[in-house]
């Protein structure tokens, strides 16, 4: 858990770097912004507030995954493949793309299914949130690195949509936790009427 | 031709120094003084001169092992760039090479089955139980070495990527290396997968296999363990980061060859004592974890390749 809350914060803070090449590139200032608030929010503050609630709930390490550690990774290697496989045709047009974008539409889609895994494999509340998160990365990573940069009001309207996104989420958490001793979402399964 | 024999008996000259060098750092990282870096040769001369005893339930296998094995490295060694880009490529290539070492770790699961004590048993399967991953790990890792450089002769990556100099250096270079770096550490049974100093029960999976062997055959066993080591050393150093090493045959090349080789292989030789100082060894159904990375890795390495290009 607390590992892979740090992961994040170090694959945004990589995202913000990233931001800045961009900006130095393109000399555009809202980027710069961009940039700076990718490491503030998704690699400080987010993160922050997660390992809050994690302290809060006292919960236990990622223990029963749906899908076995080897497994999971074979399986993320695969998607990573296909994120290359379908971004082929796009990537090798030829000299009309940049080379930011070449090396980072890939990696980005696959960022996005990773992500994406993580939710649909994973019972935990946390570690769904940390997929959603991760996610959001890699639309922002194909964002940035195909348009070079959405126009700073949608940026802004982004980071605050996570923000509030993270907010409610880690509420539930503490919530699900109180009513069930667990954040295990599989428990939840099991409200019927 | 004289070149390419020289750095193969250097192979095998230096096997149980790399080993001894091994085992002295780590004793001092553990502020014990340890033995001489000498002392595997002292090792080797001492079972040499002993006789062997066999199990009595032995087959013709158990007496051929010691033979197929230090036959099979041998004929590895010959397949590596050491000091000099040039091997005796005719033989093989890469893929002659990994399987080399397969036919070993085969011959030896074999006698370790052979004599029907329970730790051989135990040991075979186990191996082979980790072997089933790092296989396609080391070929995979390998490979993307060799799509750079397109060729899968070692010495001709060895020199392709030594002569375009530092422009090679990328993302698919580092993934490969460390993806290899595991698969070596698996493959000669070092602290994460095993212990090599001991016979505990609990560690063992190379050393049970050896456990039946005593004497002149214990001696070739050991040699080919050793040599093994060395081997991947050589290929993580000269594959990998073949810079430095003596693409052309005049004398200056060669001893900065000689000098840049030995320096990367106790460079390699003081990580490795490193990583057994401070990890543990790692429970046995957690192994596929760690190896599992170490593929997806070499997989990634080789997805890099085809997207980034020929750099």
Known sequence: MLPLIRLFALQSIALGSLAFTVAWVTGSGHIYLVAVLTVAIKGA????????????????????PVVSIPLSLLLCG?????????????IFTGGAID?????????????????????????????????????????????????????????????FDILVAVLIMGLFAFRINRTFASVDTTILRRLRD | MILEVAQFLL??????????????????????????????????????????VVSNDASWVFTITPYACIAAVTVAALLVPVVYAGTFGFLGDLI?????????????????????????????????????????????????????????????IAERIASSGLDLISPALFLAAAAFFIATLAENARVPFDNPSTHLELTMIH????????????????????????????????????????TTDDPMAIAVGLAVFLGKLILLALIIALIESSFSKMRLFRLPNLLTVAFILALLAVISFYILGVL
């Open chain 1, 78 to 90: 695969g998607l990573t493949v296909v994120a290359f496989y379908i971004t082929q045709p796009i």
């Open chain 1, 45 to 64: 503050l987010i993160p922050w507030m997660l390992i809050y609630v994690m302290r809060q709930i006292k919960v236990e390490r990622e223990v029963e």
């Open chain 2, 207 to 246: 050393e049970a296999m050896l456990l039946e062997y005593s004497g002149k055959q214990l001696a070739l066993m050991e040699m080919a363990s050793m040599t093994k080591l060395v081997i991947f050393l050589a290929i993580m150093s000269n594959v990998f980061f073949p810079w430095g090493i003596a």
């Open chain 2, 96 to 156: 002659v090479l990994i399987y080399l070492l397969a036919m070993m770790r085969f011959f030896m699961a074999l006698a370790a089955l052979d004599t029907g004590s329970a730790f051989g048993g135990m040991g075979s399967s186990r191996e082979m139980y980790i072997s089933s991953v790092v296989e396609p790990t080391m070929l995979l890792s390998i490979f993307a070495m060799a799509l750079v450089a397109g060729t899968t002769s070692l010495a001709s």
């Open chain 2, 11 to 52: 192979v095998l000259a230096i096997a149980p120094l790399v080993t001894g060098i091994i085992r002295k750092a780590k004793a001092l990282m553990q502020s014990r003084r340890g033995p001489s870096v000498l002392q595997p040769y002292r090792d080797l001369w001492k079972l040499l001169c002993k006789g062997s």
């Open chain 1, 99 to 159: 080379t930011i974008t070449k090396n980072c539409l890939a990696i980005s889609i696959a960022v996005v299914f990773i992500g994406f895994f993580t939710m649909i494999s994973r019972k935990k509340a946390i570690t769904q949130i940390m997929g959603l998160l991760t996610m959001e990365n890699g639309l922002f990573l194909a964002a940035i690195s195909v348009t070079y940069g959405m126009p700073l009001i949608v940026e802004l309207g982004i980071f």
